[in-house]
């Protein structure tokens, strides 16, 4: 009988396992259909070596939400670093969490197409950084 209960117990615990995972794989309904984007950097926007696309928000494959957009380097030096963030907030403009995509080496003129994947679901987003850093030459 204590085997037998014992079975059971573990079958409950994997159960309830494999119940989590299947919510965060499979994604969750709570996530807004279109989320708003606040002020901060410009959604179109240009600085002194790159150009930002508008910004889209997308369900992923798997439940997951993903804001993609393009950064196209302007300037006419490899940028060694490209980076985009976001911070994400619940519908009452509490903070619940921060997403980012990075890049190494964008060529003059090229484009990288940027994915930040969302941590969890969120109803407006803030983009708040955009850091192109370009390749430096010796004197």
């Keep these: 009988m204590e085997v037998i209960l014992k079975w059971v117990g573990g079958l409950v615990i994997v159960l309830i396992a494999v119940a989590i995972g299947a919510r965060y794989f499979m994604g969750t309904n709570d996530a807004p259909s279109h989320p708003t984007q606040l002020d901060g950097v410009e959604a179109s926007v240009s600085g002194e070596v790159y150009e930002l696309s508008p910004i889209v928000v997308t369900p992923g494959e798997h ?8 950064v196209r380097n302007t300037s006419g030096e490899t940028l060694t670093y490209v980076e985009v963030e976001f911070d994400l907030y ?7 969490s921060m997403t980012m995509d990075n890049t190494n080496d964008l060529a003059p003129g090229e484009q990288w197409h940027f ?4 941590p969890q ?5 803030k983009l708040v950084n955009v850091k192109a850093v370009p390749e430096t030459r010796d004197q």
Aim: net charge negative; aromatic share 8%; glycine share 12%.
């Design 63 to 70: 439940g997951e939400i993903i804001i993609t957009g393009l």
């Design 121 to 125: 679901a969120f109803d407006a987003y």
């Design 115 to 118: 994915e930040a994947i969302a």
């Design 90 to 96: 619940d519908a009452d403009g509490t903070p619940v």
